[in-house]
């Protein structure tokens, strides 16, 4: 092959590659904003991700480009999810005369957050789907947004956009050109202060000149806020809601865009936008500010990133996670915490049980799984029914602690298949994963036992793990949102079959722990021995708490395990290896490299090479 030819084939190799970079390269940056002048015109191109939200030909909401073809905006712009009657206009400057940089499109679809709460404004976010891509030029480009991992300290420098009222009840004059206005950030302790304790939640953030002034203003909703880190621009905020406009001493709110990093993730599951940490420098203000009925702060909530409520946070900051090669993985179910003595806790310490997986369908949590390979996962077939069976519609969330907001850990990724048992009775589904997962000390597979025998006798203790179902609110004095943990004894199962079933005796399950696992320990390693499905009674309904538990014996599933999974790791008790070097890769990996290449050698042959 000539040196020209291996010069073409790389080229195609690299232009593959190259789209794993998404939103990266291009997102956050902007040709001609150089200066910003607070509560005046935006000079054109200034800002190239707002959008303009029409229904029926009139401006109502703001926006911002996150890729060639999504839309972020607020969920109280939308009666309905329903896209008929809106058209976004982007690269726009005015609203009135000519724009001869905008580009229309009509709306295919609005993805409304599945939990907004209209009534406190909580969860205010709205994903709308152009019919058609755009193409970036120096008018229209897409906007970083913040990252799971980002906080911001109280007086972070922040600007807002938008086509709206330039004071309450008075609208934007002629030719109604875009505003940009310049708020600092105000943190989430203070800002309850002002605004009534309990009004602004973890999902908020704020911003505002407290004598008044500066602020957002109604026809700005769904807009966006940015901060400028380095050379780029990141969206913090989603404009929401406010006591008046400008009014000393009532910053407005908006929505915390870092919240939601994976519910956008499992809806844009293409061409994803650009997610950048940004980060205060300095000393945040806003951690010891106290007022009449605001509770102490948080210890291990890091400045200005929690809400003042009574309501237990998670820490952002991000914890030591070591990273482990795939070599090093194949010793699974090693956790790097211990389960509490005498189970049934709501507060399990991260790292506790790494192998457990939260499954989401259209952004909402349905049921648990556990990761058994790099590539697989193990759930329950009740949580596949023959109208949930289509992949595009789920979502594999890994290293997850607690169901609402973001974790430092947390890891989102599609599923390519779903493959379900068809034995008599209980049945078990199998997720293929669409890429290879990282192991870290936050995640980790665990070991399946598919022993021939899968005996247990009767007084073993387990564990079983899940999140139960996620709209119970507070539970024990508690959210209810975190990962359980219950030990669960082992019992003679009676006249049920023990070769296929593992009973134990009753616990508190839920529709959303199925899928999940029961695990014992063989010497220093975890092993699921069973999957949790749901007791139902002669008439088929659900039974929480019964005198007896009943799960599928993982072991009765051996020549599935055996057929779909050419790697599957057996059951290990030794110590784990401790170097952290390159591994080799394993057949699949190789096998899946020599896949990808494949086609662009039987092109090359083919030609004539």
């Known amino acids: 092959m000539s040196v020209k030819k291996w010069v073409c084939l790389l080229t195609v190799v690299s232009l593959l590659i190259q789209e794993s970079y998404c939103q990266l390269d291009v997102c956050g940056t902007t040709s001609f904003n150089n200066k910003i002048v607070g509560g005046e015109d935006a000079p ?10 029409h229904l029926f030909g009139g401006h109502v909401c703001g926006g911002s480009l996150i890729n060639k073809e999504w839309v972020m905006s607020a969920a109280h712009c939308f009666s309905s999810s329903s896209p008929n009657g809106w058209n976004i206009i982007l690269g726009r400057q005015n609203q009135e005369g000519s724009n001869p940089n905008e580009v229309s499109r009509t709306v295919a679809q609005i993805v409304l957050h599945p939990v907004y709460n209209n009534d406190n404004n909580d969860n205010d976010i709205a994903l709308l789907r152009l ?25 972070t420098d922040s600007w807002v956009t938008g086509w709206g009222n330039i004071n309450e009840g008075k609208f934007l004059p002629s ?16 800002c309850n202060c002002l605004n009534g304790v309990g009004s602004v939640t973890d999902n908020m953030l704020c911003a505002g000149v407290l004598t008044g002034g500066k602020d957002s203003c109604q026809g700005d909703s769904g807009g966006p806020m940015v901060t400028k880190q ?16 400008a009014r000393p001493n009532l910053p407005g709110v908006y929505t915390r865009v870092s919240r939601y990093q994976p519910w956008i993730n499992s809806e844009i599951t293409t061409d994803k936008p650009g997610f950048v940490q940004f980060t205060s420098s300095g000393v945040d203000t806003d951690s010891s500010y106290t007022c009449p009925g605001l509770p102490p702060p948080a210890t291990t ?26 070599a090093e993985g194949r010793v699974c179910g090693r956790a790097p915490k211990s389960p509490r003595l005498g189970g049934n806790s709501y507060n399990v310490v991260r790292g506790t049980w790494p192998w457990m997986v939260s499954l989401y369908r259209n952004g909402i949590h349905i ?17 596949f029914p023959g109208s949930h069976l289509n992949p595009d519609d789920w979502t594999v969330f890994l290293g997850e602690q607690q169901q609402k907001g973001s974790d430092v850990c947390e890891v989102s990724l599609g599923i390519v298949n779903i493959t379900l048992t068809n034995h008599t009775g209980t049945n078990i589904a199998l997720l293929q994963l669409e890429n290879f997962v990282n192991f870290s000390s936050c995640i980790q597979p665990i070991s399946v036992d598919w022993s021939n025998d899968g005996s247990f006798p009767p007084g073993t203790q387990c564990f079983v793990t899940g999140w139960g179902n996620q709209d119970k609110g507070r539970v024990n004095g508690t959210t209810g949102t975190g990962l359980r943990e219950q030990q669960a004894n082992v019992m003679s199962c ?8 593992i009973c134990t005796s009753a616990m508190n399950l839920e529709q959303g722990d199925v899928g999940g696992p029961l695990v014992c320990k063989s010497g220093p390693a975890w092993f699921q021995a069973g999957v949790i499905t749901m007791n139902k009674d002669e008439n088929g309904t659900n039974l929480r708490a019964t005198a007896m538990h009943i799960f599928a014996k993982t ?10 999974i050419c790697d599957l790791p057996a059951l290990e008790t030794t110590t784990a290896p401790n170097n952290t070097g390159n591994a080799a890769p394993s057949s699949l990996s190789l096998l899946r490299l020599f896949s990808f290449f494949l086609p662009i050698l039987a092109m090359v042959l083919l030609s004539g090479w």
Not at 44 to 53: C, D, E, K, N, Y
Not at 367 to 383: D, K, P, R
């Open 131 to 155: 019919t058609s891509p755009v193409s970036f030029t120096n008018y229209i480009r897409p906007v970083c947004l913040a990252a799971s991992d980002s906080f911001y300290h109280n007086g």
């Open 44 to 53: 054109a191109g200034s800002w190239p991700w707002q959008a303009s939200l």
């Open 301 to 326: 909530v890091p400045p200005s990133t929690g809400p003042a409520t009574n309501v237990p946070v998670k820490t952002t900051k991000a914890p030591d996670i070591t990273v482990i090669s795939s």
């Open 555 to 564: 072991s009765r599933f051996r020549s599935f395990f055996n057929k779909m």
């Open 230 to 245: 380095n050379s780029v621009w990141i969206q913090s905020g989603v404009v929401s809601w406010g006591f008046g406009c």
């Open 175 to 190: 030719p109604q050109a875009l505003q940009e206005v310049e708020v600092p950030v105000l943190g989430n302790r203070q």
């Open 367 to 383: 049921c648990g799984g556990t990761l058994i390979t790099e590539e697989f996962v193990l759930s329950a077939a009740q949580c």
């Open 494 to 501: 009676g006249d049920i079959s023990s070769t296929e079933n």
